[in-house]
């Protein structure tokens, strides 16, 4: 007799998914002193498209030209976001950065839910993303502002991600949309990562493959499992401990430790993001993960 219970708990499914994504970050931090940002994000496009290609097999018939569209639009946010991020890596602890590239989702959900009360949500991690920042701690002119530049670049990035991912769904069945719009930011970024070829290594190549399959391919995949037994609203409030999980992933991984005011700045994003994103009342798709 068959079943429809998850083969594991759905929350335990998101919550390793959120940890894998983030393990797959510091893993990128590595990588980036190494080869840079752009031959990072072309080693991991590159490993990410080749699976996905093979597990959706996408159908390259019979969609609209408004389809198309939106598979450039979500690949070229794809691209963006994933090279911002990695760049702001060599300027930023991972949980800084993710903490700052949260706003972008954080924003997008507050002004799609259009409630009154998420705007105080919005303000706290504003407060939060100042403390983390350490504006309070440091002069003006030693905060890393090309870093926090970058990680709010991909934080927009990912808005517009989401949006496209979302209109994508729409168009195209299971994974199609993901891969095809992969395989349109592999495309976009491979000019700037065949400059780095030379500097690759058999170390730097299996660690492109390694944040693929952490980053992108396993959360894919158990977020999809999982979203068959979760509410929008549980998914949204697991969602927002990405910055924390980042920040335990900077630790253990690269040693990076934050200030208990940057902890703090942390703790008032990752709290205003569970508030607004675990009220809104949309579907999300499992492609929402961040950089």
């Known amino acids: 007799m068959s079943s429809s219970r998850a083969p594991a708990p759905p929350l335990l499914l998101v919550l390793t998914a959120v940890v894998s994504v983030q393990f797959g970050g510091a893993l990128a931090a590595t990588l980036v002193p190494q080869i840079g940002a752009a031959g990072s994000v072309t080693l991991r496009l590159l490993f990410a498209t080749v699976i996905l290609l093979v597990i959706a097999r996408p159908s390259l018939r019979g969609h609209r030209a408004a389809a198309w569209r939106t598979v450039v639009a979500f690949g070229l946010a794809l691209g963006l976001m994933n090279l911002a991020f990695y760049a702001s890596l060599a ?79 729409t168009e195209f069945a299971q994974l199609d949309g993901l891969a095809l719009a992969m395989t349109v930011a592999f495309v976009v970024t491979l000019p700037l990562g065949l400059r780095t070829v030379p500097s690759w290594t058999g170390e730097s190549v299996a660690k492109g493959l390694g944040i693929a399959v952490l980053s992108s391919v396993l959360p894919y995949s158990l977020e999809l499992a999982a979203l068959r037994h979760l509410t929008a609203r549980v998914f949204g409030v697991l969602l927002s401990l990405e910055p924390a999980a980042a920040a ?13 005011l940057q902890l703090t700045g942390m703790a008032l994003v990752v709290l205003a993001s569970a508030l607004v994103m675990g009220g809104a009342g949309q579907r999300r798709d499992p492609a929402a993960q961040g950089a």
């Open 248 to 260: 335990v992933a900077g630790f253990l991984v690269l040693h990076q430790r934050l200030t208990p």
């Open 91 to 169: 300027h930023l602890p991972i949980g800084v950065a993710v903490t700052v590239e949260f706003l972008g989702p954080l924003t997008l959900a507050t002004v799609l839910a259009r409630r009154a009360r998420d705007l105080l949500a919005v303000a706290a991690a504003a407060v939060g993303v100042v403390l983390i920042s350490r504006a309070l701690q440091v002069p003006l002119a030693q905060i890393e502002w090309t870093g926090l530049g970058l990680a709010a670049l991909a934080g927009a990035c990912w808005a517009g991600y989401i949006l496209a991912s979302g209109r994508a769904g």
